[in-house]
């Protein structure tokens, strides 16, 4: 039953979005023919309002309007089209909900997106959020925690251009990776002292939010997983499983200064996997050590250059997202559009 009315909701959602952009096509084209702005002031669209809500009931108000007028102009521009054009007629088999991500989301979650000023910024949310059905308040949380500027600065600038395209394409270990991972869920404060039980104790409790910070395709396994090695125990903090990747990933969480201990501890425990965990036909397992604080010359000299071990910073509140976008423009030589 429950699924039933999400199915219904999620239905009306659809028509509401496309029906709002219907509107703002109407706006753009026969209230201001085919012009981006209007030049006649707010008459024209207090009239339209008001006739809207005389005829229709509520959800037409000013404020209504322009935004759908400005949601018609940024998917309009967006696919290419001239402000006069109809849609582009679907390929074999798909529906225009197919081929427009913002058309299978609510229509919160596109009035959120509006205020997304970067084009391909807001592309990339579209895509996820429609492809990983995050809530309102899931899209939310990783616009604020800068997913796209966390992506983006591990990759190069045809690989930003690929995530504002396609979004998150997970094909090799890196694709999931990225820096610093965003706990601040976990309620831990900077200031207090808290050991790493109580931060592994922290992550268990928050786990659903832990494998959406962690991204796609992730399955959590086990904590502290022990092997025995030559009568010797050993225990994984964490243990994940990625069907994208179809690998096992391991993480270690540590708290303060990553040491080259750290690293060589997480060495072994990803040989050991693959040598008598994983299937035949899995790929190679992947360790991340999870630290307050990287050195990344250490890294570099610890292990060898094709090691499948990654070492990666967790902040326990939201970065800013003018660093990161700074720190993105720096990367790339020019600010992202």
Request: proline fraction near 2%.
């Amino acid at each position: 039953m429950v699924a039933a009315r999400q199915t219904v909701a999620r239905g009306v959602d659809l028509v509401q979005v496309r029906t709002n952009f219907e509107i703002g096509r109407h706006i753009v084209e026969h209230e201001q023919q085919g012009r981006s702005r209007a030049g006649y002031g707010k008459d024209v669209l207090n009239k339209l309002a008001q006739a809207l809500t005389a005829e229709f009931g509520g959800g037409f108000s000013l404020t209504n309007l322009k935004l759908m007028r400005q949601f018609y102009l940024q998917n309009a521009a967006q696919i290419g089209q001239t402000l006069s054009a109809p849609l582009l007629p679907a390929e074999k088999g798909q529906t225009v909900s197919d081929q427009f991500s913002a058309f299978r989301l609510s229509w919160s979650h596109c009035v959120f997106l509006l205020g997304v000023k970067s084009a391909d910024e807001r592309s990339f949310y579209e895509i996820e959020a429609a492809g990983q059905g995050w809530t309102l308040r899931e899209l939310k949380r990783q616009f604020d925690s800068g997913l796209f500027e966390r992506l983006a600065l591990s990759r190069d600038k045809e690989g930003i251009r690929a995530l504002a395209r396609q979004g998150q394409i997970v094909s090799q270990p890196a694709d999931v990776l990225k820096e610093p991972l965003v706990l601040e869920f976990l309620g831990l404060s900077e200031q207090a002292g808290y050991s790493e039980s109580d931060l592994e104790a922290a992550v268990i409790n928050q786990i659903g939010q832990f494998l959406l910070e962690l991204g796609k395709g992730f399955l959590f396994e086990a904590r502290q997983k022990r092997f025995t090695f030559d009568s010797d125990h050993f225990f994984v903090d964490l243990v994940f499983y990625n069907r994208l990747l179809r690998c096992y990933v391991l993480i270690d969480l540590k708290l303060g200064k990553l040491t080259h201990q750290d690293l060589g501890q997480m060495q072994m425990y990803v040989n050991y996997f693959d040598r008598f965990v994983k299937a035949e036909g899995e790929n190679a397992t992947v360790g991340i050590v999870l630290c307050k604080k990287k050195n990344e010359a250490l890294v570099e000299i610890t292990l060898p250059a094709d090691a499948n071990i990654h070492a990666r910073e967790y902040s326990l509140y939201l970065p800013s997202k003018e660093e990161l976008q700074r720190k993105l423009q720096e990367w790339t030589g020019a600010k992202i559009e």
